[in-house]
Nanobody
Framework: QMQLVESGGGLVQPGGSLRLSCVASGFFLDYYDIGWFRQAPGKEREGVSCMRYKDNSTYYSHSVTGRFTISRDNAKNTLYLQMDSLKPEDTGVYYC???????????????????WGKGALVTVSS
C-alpha cells in the first residue's frame, strides 16, 4: 500500500526555519516526480515546489523562491522541504505529493499530483 507521511511541522516565529520530511512507503521514490503544496485557511491550494526525477530540475513558486529548498534522499525514500526566513503568510497545511508521470513541474504544481500525504501544519507567528 502506497503511503506518504509528513513530519516536522509546528509553530515557529517569523524569520525562523523548519524542515518538513515526507517518508514514502510501499513504493520507491526513485522514479517519481516529487512536490510540496500548501493550503492556507480560506485560500486555494498552492504548488510550492517540485522536483523532476529525470534530471532533478526544480520549481519554486514566486512566494518562496530563495527561501525554500526541496530535496530528496532516495536511499531513505524521503523527500524534504527546508523552509528558511519564514513569514506569517507561509502559515498553512503542507502536503507532500508524488507522481510517476513526468509531465513537468509547471503541470504538476498547477494540476496537482497523483499521490498525497495527509498534511503537516506549519504556523508562523510571534
Amino acid at each position: 500500500q502506497m503511503q506518504l507521511v509528513e513530519s516536522g511541522g509546528g509553530l515557529v516565529q517569523p524569520g525562523g526555519s523548519l524542515r518538513l520530511s515526507c517518508v514514502a512507503s510501499g513504493f520507491f521514490l526513485d522514479y517519481y516526480d516529487i512536490g510540496w503544496f500548501r493550503q492556507a485557511p480560506g485560500k486555494e491550494r498552492e504548488g510550492v515546489s517540485c522536483m523532476r526525477y529525470k534530471d532533478n530540475s526544480t520549481y519554486y513558486s514566486h512566494s518562496v523562491t530563495g527561501r525554500f529548498t526541496i530535496s530528496r534522499d532516495n536511499a531513505k525514500n524521503t523527500l524534504y522541504l527546508q523552509m528558511d526566513s519564514l513569514k506569517p503568510e507561509d502559515t498553512g497545511v503542507y502536503y507532500c505529493a508524488v507522481d510517476p508521470n513526468d509531465y513537468g513541474c509547471d503541470y504538476h504544481t498547477y494540476y496537482g499530483m497523483k499521490y498525497w500525504g495527509k498534511g503537516a501544519l506549519v504556523t508562523v507567528s510571534s
